[in-house]
């Protein structure tokens, strides 16, 4: 393996269930990173597949009449067909029904029973069907699993069991040494804190006679392999298979979302190291995407399926809303007039107007054809300067896993370019002939402002770009480092405008639709979608009510409503799209929740990490500045403008109520 070598998995998706939204975005979102990587010229492989095992899956079969192998046959054509329609150019689909799988499978649980790391024993616990493992009693929620919202189930069988606590003081110190182990940090310390206590050892056999849809254990025909143990590996069988460990496996990339951590995060590397297989490189975690009902799943009804999205507002309008905006690692609310207005605010009214305006601009005054380019002048500096950071800037917010950050960073310079277009006044120096020269040089600049845009926006909007540079007359053999060599386009290049790359939308048409799904309650929408719809305002950047505001008088049933507990601040960041904003991760008793505070001016976040305070727990989420937030700390304001956030005289359990 080189240092120019990235290797990036989807999670295998769970076959119970067609695609949707949640599935699309984590795809999306590979197959973005692993084109900017080929961009940059790097040997990428990109996996994703199917999870096709376990007792779900024998149950859906026997629901529908069929064999679970049909079942699984015709759910996993419906993901791969949908990611072929979505542009996804994965170079390995991989079904944990193969045989290629099986065999790994199969050569691993030997390895891990042969060193004694595998016991015989009887357990009881309580079972949630759903995750398809025990939970502990800290893991519900008002007795109910927090991610399928059902009540477990309590069993107790002979199952064999992998020695996973032998493991965990290990696991801890690897990942206290590694630190970019687990992306982003308050995924990281999410683990650490899982393994401050016993993990207990891990059950990884179903009996053949209650679960036979499985691969049997190599050593007991009368039990399967429990499903997280069989999916797991499908990361390493993939390439087995193929003979390419050595050349792929030190550079994987885990892209996960943040409810199958603990599997990830905690039975995968514990798995690797007892079967003497060299640890994976990064695990990288990401939030989810909401409606107004919460994290969309199945159960709940309030799934939003992305190939009718796709249909309606175009491939890469879809992805790059997605890209753009979810802040890494923290949830988003999807809403379907966010959609409309980031299509039209960034790629029709920015993107698409600086291509028809200088498409334009050389019809009219050049006959279509690129022009020769003089020397810059300091009123060019600006643009090219910007242009030429580019690459390396891109660069720097990817490694860190801000997509959104680097698209907006794209987004700037093509607004700069628009601003460009402004100051020179194009349309003055055509007036004069002693200025054609001038003029030349500042559409060509234009030209090549569009070109670097089209070559690093590619990876999000791979069609539209390269649309955009047969306008230009270009072809679409380019790498990162094109976006950022200025003077790469060819005088006398004939351009051709056509279509508009992203038509605007009409916002009227779409919030009447809207405000007609809302009245009849056939919706899906976030609450910021809705409030929109409704004509309720949204503030762009709201912050907290600080200070003594006289209100009318309540009684005590309408306090009553209000949820206070005490929440411990476990990470904090700076909201990346606003000065004023903090992100913070607070715990509640087991829970963790991300709550945006308008406190920035009096905290820096480092300060606040391991503080305990009060918080409004019941409020209605909503989605500040692109984030969602999950409630609200209280926090005093003085006449002079000083701030306090909340605070205890004694230590107490976080999740407390405050009474």
Same mark, same amino acid.
């Given at each position: ?11 295998? /998706? ?35 597949? &199917? ?57 691993? *649980? ?10 015989? +024993? ?21 007795? !109910? ?46 683990? *650490? ?22 691969? @049997? ?14 999916? $797991? ?67 709940? +009804? ?25 802040? /890494? ?28 305006? %200088? ?25 090219? #300067?910007?242009?030429? =950071? *580019? ?58 402002? $569009? ?14 770009s390269l649309e955009l540079l047969a306008q230009l ?8 480092? +094109? ?11 004939? &351009? ?23 009245a009849t309650g056939d919706t899906n929408m976030s609450?910021?979608? &809705?409030?929109?719809? %409704? ?31 005490v929440a411990e601040i476990v990470a904090c960041e ?19 929740? #991300?709550?945006?505070? +308008? ?5 820096? =976040? ?10 409004? =727990?019941?409020? !209605? @989420? ?16 003085? =006449? ?20």
């Amino acid at each position: 393996m080189s240092d120019k070598t990235f290797y990036a998995t989807t999670p295998i /998706f769970y076959v119970n269930a067609e695609p949707h939204i949640g599935h699309a975005y984590t795809t999306i979102l590979v197959d973005v990173v692993t084109r900017y990587h080929r961009l940059k010229g790097d040997d990428t492989f990109f996996l994703t597949g &199917t999870d096709e095992h376990g007792e779900k899956i024998q149950k859906a079969a026997d629901a529908a009449g069929i064999s679970p192998q049909a079942y699984t046959d015709q759910i996993s054509s419906k993901f791969r067909s949908t990611w072929d329609d979505l542009g996804i150019r994965y170079d390995e689909f991989i079904r944990t029904t193969e045989e290629r799988h099986k065999k790994t499978v199969n050569e691993i *649980l030997q390895t891990v029973y042969d060193k004694g790391d595998i016991i015989f +024993g009887e357990y009881g616990g309580l079972y949630c069907i759903g995750c398809e493992r025990y939970l502990t009693e800290k893991e519900l929620v008002d007795g !109910k699993c927090k991610d399928h919202d059902t009540v477990p189930e309590y069993r107790s069988e002979e199952n064999y069991f992998f020695r996973m606590e032998k493991y965990r003081p290990w696991l801890i110190e690897y990942i206290e040494d590694n630190p970019d182990f687990i992306r982003p940090e308050r995924y990281r310390n999410e683990v *650490l804190g899982i393994l401050r206590e016993p993990i207990g050892d891990l059950s990884i056999s179903r009996p053949k006679d209650r679960v036979p849809w499985g691969i @049997p254990l190599p050593w007991d025909d009368n039990h399967v392999t429990y499903v997280w143990f069989d999916a $797991l590996i499908n990361y390493y069988s993939a390439l087995e298979s193929q003979g390419t460990t050595e050349r792929y496996w030190p550079a994987v990339n885990h892209f996960i979302a943040k409810d199958i951590l603990k599997p990830h995060g905690v039975f995968w590397p514990t798995m690797l190291k007892s079967a003497g297989l060299p640890i994976y490189k990064h695990l990288n975690v990401h939030g989810y995407w909401q409606t107004d009902t919460g994290k969309m799943s199945k159960s709940k +009804g309030n799934v939003v399926r992305p190939l009718d999205l796709k249909d309606k507002y175009g491939n890469d309008a879809f992805r790059y809303y997605l890209l753009k905006d979810m802040s /890494f690692g923290l949830d988003s609310t999807f809403g379907e007039l966010g959609l409309a207005e980031r299509v039209n605010a960034d790629l029709a009214n920015d993107l698409g107007n600086l291509l028809n305006r %200088t498409l334009g601009m050389l019809n009219k005054y050049f006959d279509s054809v690129v022009p020769e380019s003089a020397e810059p002048t300091e009123a060019d500096n600006e643009l090219l #300067t910007s242009f030429k =950071a *580019l690459p390396a800037d891109i660069d720097v917010f990817f490694e860190k896993l801000q997509f959104d950050r680097g698209i907006e960073r794209i987004m700037e310079s093509v607004r700069l370019s628009n601003r460009y277009i402004a100051e020179t006044k194009p349309w003055e120096l055509a007036k004069d002939e002693s200025k054609k020269e001038r003029l030349g040089t500042v559409l060509y600049n234009c030209v090549e402002a $569009l070109r670097c845009a089209a070559i690093a926006l590619s990876p999000v909007i791979p069609d539209k770009s390269l649309e955009l540079l047969a306008q230009l007359g270009l072809g679409d053999n380019y790498t990162i480092e +094109g976006a950022g060599n200025w003077g790469l386009s060819y005088a006398g290049t004939k &351009t051709q405008a056509g279509t508009p790359l992203f038509p605007r939308i009409d916002m009227d048409e779409l919030r009447a639709s809207v405000e007609a799904d809302v009245a009849t309650g056939d919706t899906n929408m976030s609450d910021e979608t &809705t409030a929109i719809a %409704t004509g309720e305002a949204v503030s762009a950047e709201t912050e907290e009510v600080t200070g003594i505001v006289h209100k009318d008088e309540v009684t005590i049933d309408d306090f009553a409503k209000l949820e206070f507990r005490v929440a411990e601040i476990v990470a904090c960041e700076n909201h990346p799209k606003a000065d004023k904003l903090l992100v913070l991760s607070v715990k509640l008793a087991d829970e963790e929740r #991300t709550i945006v505070s +308008g406190i920035r001016e009096w905290y820096d =976040a480092e300060d606040l990490v391991g503080k305990k305070v009060i918080i409004v =727990a019941n409020l !209605k @989420p909503v989605k500040l500045r692109g984030i969602l937030s999950q409630g609200m700390i209280m926090a005093a304001e003085d =006449a002079d403008g000083n701030l306090a956030v909340s605070a205890l005289d004694k230590d107490i359990a976080s999740g407390s109520e405050v009474r």
